[in-house]
């Protein structure tokens, strides 16, 4: 079953991938919209960084009073192609929001927020207010090294999706 649904999250991840490359997105991020250097997956520190995200997450959520977030398991999988993507120089970090958004809505079936955060700072991620305040967070994350053209260095980033309000009948 793991195998059958792996491969249709691939199935809807690469669809979207090749519908959003005709959009444009309006968003802006801190790194510059352009593909990146291919960068030699250490899924260690990818695992190190998401460990990090989570903690500092769940942390912040406990001293506003409202429950852990909620991470889809099967979800995991098929936002790692994404990250997987940026790390591997195909999508900026931009261009990864924007795949991340369609892929949210396509598999949450509502509206979605997405982030690429700065993770380069382990613990001192910095996690946005409006992720930390919704009452329930239902999430997918992955991270990944990456680096864009015009950087000297490698880059974190963490890609977050967060399901908003309920989901959509059709």
Same mark, same amino acid.
């Given at each position: 079953?793991?195998?059958?649904?792996?491969?249709?999250?691939?199935?809807?991840?690469?669809?979207?991938?090749?519908?959003?490359?005709?959009?444009?997105?309006?968003?802006?991020?801190?790194?510059?919209?352009?593909?990146?250097?291919?960068?030699?997956?250490?899924?260690?520190?990818?695992?190190?960084?998401?460990?990090?995200?989570?903690?500092?997450?769940?942390?912040?959520?406990?001293?506003?009073?409202?429950?852990?977030?909620?991470?889809?398991?099967?979800?995991?999988?098929?936002?790692?192609?994404? *990250?997987?993507?940026?790390?591997?120089?195909?999508? %900026?970090?931009?261009? @990864?929001?924007? +795949?991340?958004? #369609?892929? =949210?809505? /396509?598999?949450?079936?509502?509206?979605?927020?997405?982030?690429?955060?700065?993770?380069?700072?382990?613990?001192?991620?910095?996690?946005?207010?409006?992720?930390?305040?919704?009452?329930?967070?239902?999430?997918?994350?992955?991270? *990944?090294?990456?680096?864009?053209?015009?950087?000297? %260095?490698?880059?974190? @980033?963490?890609? +977050?999706?967060? #399901?908003? =309000?309920? /989901?959509?009948?059709?």
């Amino acid at each position: 079953m793991w195998n059958a649904l792996g491969s249709r999250c691939h199935s809807i991840v690469l669809g979207i991938s090749l519908g959003t490359l005709v959009t444009f997105g309006c968003a802006s991020s801190r790194w510059p919209d352009e593909p990146g250097v291919p960068v030699t997956v250490n899924r260690a520190r990818n695992l190190d960084s998401e460990a990090a995200f989570i903690d500092v997450l769940t942390t912040l959520r406990s001293a506003e009073t409202v429950p852990e977030p909620t991470v889809t398991p099967a979800l995991q999988h098929a936002i790692a192609i994404i *990250a997987g993507r940026l790390q591997a120089g195909t999508l %900026s970090a931009d261009g @990864a929001r924007q +795949v991340s958004e #369609a892929w =949210g809505r /396509a598999v949450y079936h509502r509206d979605v927020e997405v982030w690429v955060l700065d993770c380069s700072a382990g613990r001192q991620i910095r996690v946005p207010s409006s992720l930390v305040r919704q009452p329930t967070a239902v999430i997918s994350y992955a991270s *990944a090294q990456f680096r864009p053209r015009s950087a000297a %260095s490698e880059q974190c @980033a963490t890609i +977050v999706v967060s #399901a908003k =309000g309920p /989901a959509e009948h059709n």
